[in-house]
């Protein structure tokens, strides 16, 4: 009874076909915007925003993107931080080249278009190959990426190893003077970084419930009948790799722009793209909420089991040993849970809804 | 349902694997409107007669004319838009989505909307949702699917399946529907359903069908036209009652010692 569905009657179509049929839902997302937006920057510590929130946010864009590709429509991708990597640097080019008038989310956009028709190009094999086999394809996205930015100095300034990303790329017409805010600071930035995903969370949420989310669908599940059913399934893979690309491409311009502050090369090795992939399968493929939820335990977890390992056997032993010991007992408890509930978090998160939703009398 | 023209015609079609032999020369026309039943015993090239027609498999010669167009070369999605829909043997669903979207996706080659408006949600995108919603609810109830809308199809029992499958190739509105055995595995209530629901679809919106079945009461029943194959070749076409008399049809049923 802690949730319930009763006492809410649709009547239309447009009805059944919205966000939150469930008007507790409705409220409790307001009520958590409006949290985040109007408490978490009063009320955060720097450390707090610049070492979990924002990355949080920035990773969760490019889990998101990934989920759309490979949960959504079954394209198995390890190109993310590849293209994580074409996001950030076009961003920075695009914010340095250009004249006055240009601010940093429509860089990100463009960057993110870019990087969508990059992500077309590199997607163009699934034309004709699927699963495993796409997966090399897709890895010769990341190594083309880190091997592109390497051979031309021109996309990073001409600068050694990395560049520190420059204030004033956050001004925002001046809006910050006018309000007396630094848009460089933490809090503004998460702001940024919230609003940006928002946006694109709720994209992603439009896209998924309406024709083409339905042919992502159908193309994951059986694309010959897909195709028989008059789904153009190339198309829809290759606007999956764009729209997918384009979440990666501004989720690494997030990356760089309000966690890192600086820009290099490194920071998009392959094991980031890993790391990702483990985000969106633990989230919940195929489930936008999912990837947040996956970012979430990712990030999260390794820092909270070596925190709790150092607080119970500090003293006691070598910190490398607990902290090892935190990354296995880490290890061990994601193998439970994908062994428990193979649609991840998501998963999960909807089996409590429906227990929830007949507590206390579950018969 | 009178026949009229004919709306499918088949032309000497070979199809060939390697060096199987799956359809040698096969021609026949499907009139405009009819119930035409493909049967034959395993491995005669049913199948693969329904996939040449709707564009799965190219045939190495002949032609297929659909609606005065030769479509013998076009991709399945191309014969989709005119007017060409289909069921699967194995059941071709999306397994990952409810009943709900799986029959929406049938309505795919009706979205005029671009990614974009859906993505915003405004405008056309919107409205498009409920025009197909609404057709979608006609077919619903058409083949009584209302109780199991926003229920996953894995989780459904396998004659619903096959049921849902109907559903998703009717929204498409089509003029002329395939369905590649669409009564095995049922029991004898559900056969009559699907009967009932193949001959309602033939009558009420004028559809003309293409099945392949085994059982051979419900052939004889419903079909105006029987074409039966045998190892890739035609050996008898007709009324039910011409093929039942046939020799050889009843020598391909019966066996015959040679």
């Given at each position: 009874?802690?949730?319930?569905?009763?006492?809410?009657?649709?009547?239309?179509?447009?009805?059944?076909?919205?966000?939150?049929?469930?008007?507790?839902?409705?409220?409790?997302?307001?009520?958590?915007?409006?949290?985040?937006?109007?408490?978490?920057?009063?009320?955060?510590?720097?450390?707090?925003?610049?070492?979990?929130?924002?990355?949080?946010?920035?990773?969760?864009?490019?889990?998101?993107?990934?989920?759309?590709?490979?949960?959504?429509?079954?394209?198995?991708?390890?190109?993310?931080?590849?293209?994580?990597?074409?996001?950030?640097?076009?961003?920075?080019?695009?914010?340095?080249?250009?004249?006055?008038?240009?601010?940093?989310?429509?860089?990100?956009?463009?960057?993110?278009?870019?990087?969508?028709?990059?992500?077309?190009?590199?997607?163009?094999?699934?034309?004709?190959?699927?699963?495993?086999?796409?997966?090399?394809?897709?890895?010769?996205?990341?190594?083309?990426?880190?091997?592109?930015?390497?051979?031309?100095?021109?996309?990073?300034?001409?600068?050694?190893?990395?560049?520190?990303?420059?204030?004033?790329?956050?001004?925002?017409?001046?809006?910050?003077?006018?309000?007396?805010?630094?848009?460089?600071?933490?809090?503004?930035?998460?702001?940024?970084?919230?609003?940006?995903?928002?946006?694109?969370?709720?994209?992603?949420?439009?896209?998924?419930?309406?024709?083409?989310?339905?042919?992502?669908?159908?193309?994951?599940?059986?694309?010959?009948?897909?195709?028989?059913?008059?789904?153009?399934?190339?198309?829809?893979?290759?606007?999956?790799?764009?729209?997918?690309?384009?979440y990666c491409g501004v989720g690494g311009a997030l990356f760089c722009y309000a966690y890192l502050q600086v820009l290099g090369i490194r920071t998009f090795e392959m094991n980031r793209s890993f790391e990702i992939l483990f985000m969106a399968i633990i989230g919940g493929l195929g489930s936008i909420a999912g990837s947040f939820y996956g970012t979430v335990l990712v990030y999260e977890f390794p820092i909270l089991f070596s925190w709790a390992g150092d607080y119970l056997f500090g003293g006691a032993f070598d910190t490398a040993v607990v902290d090892n010991v935190a990354k296995i007992t880490y290890g061990i408890l994601i193998i439970a849970l994908l062994i428990?509930?193979?649609?991840?978090?998501?998963?999960?998160?909807?089996?409590?809804?429906?227990?929830?939703?007949?507590?206390?009398?579950?018969? | 349902?009178?026949?009229?023209?004919?709306?499918?015609?088949?032309?000497?079609?070979?199809?060939?694997?390697?060096?199987?032999?799956?359809?040698?020369?096969?021609?026949?026309?499907?009139?405009?409107?009819?119930?035409?039943?493909?049967?034959?015993?395993?491995?005669?090239?049913?199948?693969?007669?329904?996939?040449?027609?709707?564009?799965?498999?190219?045939?190495?010669?002949?032609?297929?004319?659909?609606?005065?167009?030769?479509?013998?070369?076009?991709?399945?999605?191309?014969?989709?838009?005119?007017?060409?829909?289909?069921?699967?043997?194995?059941?071709?669903?999306?397994?990952?989505?409810?009943?709900?979207?799986?029959?929406?996706?049938?309505?795919?080659?009706?979205?005029?909307?671009?990614?974009?408006?859906?993505?915003?949600?405004?405008?056309?995108?919107?409205?498009?949702?409920?025009?197909?919603?609404?057709?979608?609810?006609?077919?619903?109830?058409?083949?009584?699917?209302?109780?199991?809308?926003?229920?996953?199809?894995?989780?459904?029992?396998?004659?619903?399946?096959?049921?849902?499958?109907?559903?998703?190739?009717?929204?498409?509105?089509?003029?002329?529907?395939?369905?590649?055995?669409?009564?095995?595995?049922?029991?004898?209530?559900?056969?009559?359903?699907?009967?009932?629901?193949?001959?309602?679809?033939?009558?009420?919106?004028?559809?003309?069908?293409?099945?392949?079945?085994?059982?051979?009461?419900?052939?004889?029943?419903?079909?105006?036209?029987?074409?039966?194959?045998?190892?890739?070749?035609?050996?008898?076409?007709?009324?039910?009652?011409?093929?039942?008399?046939?020799?050889?049809?009843?020598?391909?049923?019966?066996?015959?010692?040679?």
């Amino acid at each position: 009874m802690i949730y319930r569905e009763t006492g809410t009657f649709i009547t239309s179509y447009l009805e059944d076909r919205k966000l939150f049929p469930i008007p507790f839902d409705k409220w409790a997302m307001a009520v958590f915007m409006l949290f985040m937006v109007f408490v978490v920057p009063f009320i955060a510590s720097d450390y707090w925003l610049a070492a979990h929130l924002i990355p949080i946010l920035a990773y969760g864009t490019a889990a998101l993107g990934l989920n759309l590709l490979t949960g959504m429509t079954g394209q198995l991708s390890l190109g993310t931080a590849g293209f994580m990597c074409f996001g950030a640097f076009f961003t920075f080019n695009i914010m340095l080249r250009s004249p006055e008038w240009m601010n940093l989310p429509l860089a990100m956009m463009l960057a993110g278009s870019v990087t969508g028709v990059i992500g077309i190009i590199f997607g163009l094999p699934s034309i004709r190959i699927k699963g495993f086999y796409l997966l090399v394809s897709t890895l010769a996205a990341q190594y083309f990426a880190l091997w592109f930015f390497r051979s031309y100095p021109y996309f990073l300034n001409y600068a050694t190893a990395t560049v520190t990303l420059p204030d004033h790329h956050f001004d925002f017409y001046g809006i910050g003077d006018v309000f007396g805010v630094d848009m460089a600071s933490f809090e503004a930035k998460y702001l940024m970084s919230l609003g940006v995903v928002s946006a694109l969370a709720l994209f992603a949420k439009n896209l998924m419930r309406s024709a083409t989310g339905r042919n992502f669908m159908a193309v994951r599940d059986m694309d010959i009948a897909a195709s028989v059913i008059g789904i153009p399934v190339i198309r829809t893979k290759m606007l999956a790799f764009f729209v997918s690309c384009f979440y990666c491409g501004v989720g690494g311009a997030l990356f760089c722009y309000a966690y890192l502050q600086v820009l290099g090369i490194r920071t998009f090795e392959m094991n980031r793209s890993f790391e990702i992939l483990f985000m969106a399968i633990i989230g919940g493929l195929g489930s936008i909420a999912g990837s947040f939820y996956g970012t979430v335990l990712v990030y999260e977890f390794p820092i909270l089991f070596s925190w709790a390992g150092d607080y119970l056997f500090g003293g006691a032993f070598d910190t490398a040993v607990v902290d090892n010991v935190a990354k296995i007992t880490y290890g061990i408890l994601i193998i439970a849970l994908l062994i428990r509930e193979p649609g991840g978090l998501a998963a999960l998160w909807a089996t409590a809804k429906q227990k929830l939703r007949t507590w206390p009398f579950p018969h | 349902m009178a026949a009229g023209n004919p709306i499918l015609q088949i032309d000497n079609i070979t199809l060939a694997f390697g060096g199987v032999t799956a359809l040698n020369g096969i021609s026949f026309d499907v009139a405009e409107g009819e119930i035409c039943a493909v049967i034959g015993p395993n491995g005669a090239g049913k199948s693969s007669m329904l996939n040449v027609i709707n564009g799965v498999y190219v045939p190495q010669e002949g032609r297929v004319v659909f609606k005065g167009q030769d479509c013998t070369r076009m991709r399945p999605r191309q014969i989709a838009q005119l007017g060409m829909a289909r069921t699967f043997q194995n059941i071709g669903l999306f397994q990952g989505m409810t009943v709900l979207e799986n029959i929406l996706t049938g309505r795919c080659m009706k979205i005029r909307s671009t990614w974009l408006e859906q993505g915003l949600n405004i405008g056309r995108a919107r409205r498009e949702e409920v025009e197909n919603r609404r057709a979608v609810e006609e077919v619903i109830e058409f083949l009584h699917l209302q109780g199991i809308r926003k229920t996953p199809v894995g989780k459904l029992p396998y004659g619903l399946q096959k049921r849902v499958e109907l559903a998703r190739a009717l929204v498409a509105e089509p003029t002329m529907l395939l369905q590649d055995e669409p009564m095995t595995g049922m029991n004898l209530e559900e056969k009559k359903d699907m009967s009932c629901f193949a001959l309602e679809i033939n009558r009420e919106y004028g559809t003309t069908i293409v099945l392949i079945e085994h059982d051979m009461s419900v052939v004889m029943d419903i079909s105006d036209h029987v074409v039966v194959l045998d190892y890739g070749a035609k050996i008898g076409d007709g009324t039910p009652d011409e093929v039942k008399n046939n020799q050889d049809v009843i020598d391909a049923y019966l066996g015959v010692t040679h």
